[in-house]
């Protein structure tokens, strides 16, 4: 069997085969594809977010932290 030729360009990727091949091989394996690919993002994304969230989390204890000892700190 001869392999179908693929390219991706841009946002487009292009299978040259018949209509058929591509129903019954190519789409399952790149909904397969698709699906893997996009649940490794999810969880990428929900790592970074919490990562980020965690970072602002710091910065403002750090800031309310420095506001508290401006209060304090008297230089008369």
């Known amino acids: 069997m001869k392999k179908s030729r693929a390219q991706v360009s ?5 299978i040259d085969c018949i209509l058929d091949e591509l129903e019954k091989t190519h789409l399952p394996e790149l909904r397969t594809v698709f699906e893997e690919t996009n649940a490794a993002y ?4 929900a790592k970074r977010e919490a990562a980020l969230q965690a970072e602002q989390a710091k910065r403002n204890a750090e800031a309310a932290k ?10 008369d």
């Open 10 to 14: 841009g946002k487009c990727l292009e």
């Open 42 to 45: 999810a969880t990428f994304y």
């Open 66 to 75: 420095l506001a508290e000892m401006k209060k304090t700190i008297k230089f």
